[in-house]
């Protein structure tokens, strides 16, 4: 979808931001929350947990959208987030946004 | 030449009491498993644990008090859930969780009772059991994991095992046609049938939600990845390159037509809700046309 200019009811929506927790020990590596996350936010460390895994970390912070989506597909009960602010929309928002998912 | 013994240690019996102390209650979900209990014996990029996370979540958006469900399990890496789960759980013999849960359902109809069972646990062993509990519209929720074999024992093939897989015991490629398991699901008589893909969380868990709140027989069938008993023989990768092949090879077709949902080894998998509709539950014709005629009229 492409926007050419802010949307005119801009100022009613806000984008949520998400606190990820990650329970490093838990992870067994299989790496669906690093590949699903709509924003990318997520990358492979390059650290050991105690299993011998390498648990995901945040690349990009504030970047999270807190849809939760890499919460519910870990197998292990190893990542969530949780809502800590909503941000307002600007107009940089709606470029990225075209940038991203435009034609 | 001296040999030197590896000192045998003990089974630890407080480490069930230290991974309790340690791990549980780490994760807001942690109320929902038994404390002690994770990590589950699951392999890493199994799509079992996707599937216990996206069922919590269904409990919870369907806004079902633990204490009013419960859940029954057959033999299998599947079955395992029954064990991790902090609620009600049954981990019955192998394909008997459908009458297990069928005796259950009838005596408590109170609760909201689901079996949560394997492709094999529910279609070789316990196939007859579920064409007759969904023709009679018994109020039980059915959560199939379909994994195209035999995880736990070491990827037999299964009665969904698509044409030329290969399994441990068939070696040469899957000559026997495969069960479209939505079609016989439907045909047999459940009121809801759906299939999603472990990739498909989100909609699973709306699936879930959805048919925990029907009465009658409801059926889910969820496509996971089992990468070490059907993704190696057939070199499909590891667990997440299954998960990218349900990405990438996935038709979201609700209401389609559970005759035209079969699965290949490779190819389109039609995935959605196709069958959402009621029909009068055991309990009720029961009631009907048995129990009214034994009430005397005030
Ligand atoms: C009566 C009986 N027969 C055979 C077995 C061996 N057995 C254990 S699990 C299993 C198959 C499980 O397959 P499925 O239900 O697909 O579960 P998965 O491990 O794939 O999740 C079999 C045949 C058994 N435990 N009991
Ligand atoms: S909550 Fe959503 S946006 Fe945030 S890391 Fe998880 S998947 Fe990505
Ligand atoms: S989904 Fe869970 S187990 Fe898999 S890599 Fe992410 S945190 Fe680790
Ligand atoms: S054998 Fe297959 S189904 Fe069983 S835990 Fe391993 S990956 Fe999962
Ligand atoms: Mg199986």
Redesign the interface.
Known sequence: MKFWRLPLDAKDHSIPQGELVIIKDRCKGCNFCIEFCPNQVLKESSEFNKKGYHPPQVTKQGECVNCNLCEIICPEFAIYSELKTYKELTSEDILNYSKKFGA | MKIRHRTLVPFDPQSTTRLREE?HG?????VY?KPGR???I?C???????V???YI?GLKMAGLPVDRTAVVSGIGCTGRVAGYLNMDTYHTTHGRAIPFATGLALVRPDLTVTVFSGDGDLFAIGGNHFIHAARRNINLKILCVNNFNYGMTGGQAAPTTPVAARTTTTPYGNFEHSFNLPFLAYASGAVYVARWT??H??HL?TAIAESLTRKGFTFIEVIAPCPIGYGRPNKLG???DE??FY?ENSLVQNDADPREADIGLKGKIIVGKFIDQSRPTFDQVYEENILKKFTRSA
Not at chain 2, 26 to 30: E, F, G, Q, R, W
Not at chain 2, 44 to 50: A, E, Q, R, T
Request: proline share 9%; glycine share 12%.
């Open positions: 791990q780490l994760h807001p979900d942690d498993l994770i990590p589950h699951w890493p990029g199994c799509g079992l644990g996707v216990l996370n996206t979540n472990t990739f969380a989100r868990v590891s667990g997440l998960m990218k990405r």
